[in-house]
Structure formats: C-alpha cells, structure tokens
C-alpha cells in the first residue's frame, strides 16, 4: 500500500520556521518527482516547490512566493520542506505530492498525503 505521511505542521509566529516531512512507504519514488503543495481555506490547491531526481543530481523548482525562504530536501524515502521567515499568507493545510514526470499541476500527481495544516500568526 503506497503512502505519504506528512508531519511537522504547527503555529508559529511570523518570521518563524517549520520543518515538514513527508515520509513515502510502499513502493520507490526514485523516478517519482516529489512535491509540496498547501490549500487556504476557500482557496484552491497551490504548488509550492518540487524536487526529482536523475542520477545524482537533483532538480528542485520554486513558487516565487516561497522562493528564498522555504528549501526541499530529501533523505532516502522522506521528503523534507524547511520554511523560514514565515508569513501569515504560508498559513494553509500543505500536502506531499508524489507523480511521474509531474510538475506544477496538482493532476499530474499520483499519490497525496493526508495533509499538515501550518498556522502563521501576525
């Protein structure tokens, strides 16, 4: 059974930091992109960042939004977000997204976790 469980959500004041994880079970995600998206309330599903791999070298792409502040990693089968500086507009529920040759698009993602809410005070 493939999952992808994400932790590490929480409150935090602006210009805080959070570190979520997403920890992929059940089957490789070595060809897989891997990526987070969040959700506002009464707004749609946004990407945020993406990482995939070939070989050795790795390739992450950015929102604007995030770019500078918040930084994908991963280490063997979990993916890490590091959010620095946070901002009250980063509060939303953030997803791990898992999808072959997936890019920015929700569609494009074959697997979800259950999602982490993160909470951005002023």
């Known amino acids: 059974q493939v999952q992808l469980v994400e932790s590490g959500g929480g409150l935090v004041q602006a210009g805080g930091s959070l570190r979520l994880s997403c920890t992929a079970s059940g089957r490789s995600f070595s060809s897989y992109a891997m990526a987070w998206f969040r959700q506002a309330p009464g707004k749609e599903r946004e990407f945020v960042v993406r990482?995939?791999?070939?070989?050795?070298?790795?390739y992450t792409y950015y929102d604007d939004s995030v770019k500078g502040r918040f930084a994908i990693s991963r280490e063997k089968n979990t993916v890490y977000l590091q959010m620095n500086n946070l901002k009250p507009d980063d509060t939303a529920v953030y997803y791990c997204a898992a999808g072959q040759g997936a890019f920015t698009s929700p569609s494009q993602y074959d697997y979800w976790g259950q999602g982490t809410q993160v909470t951005v005070s002023s």
């Open positions: 990482i995939n791999w070939s070989g050795v070298i790795t």
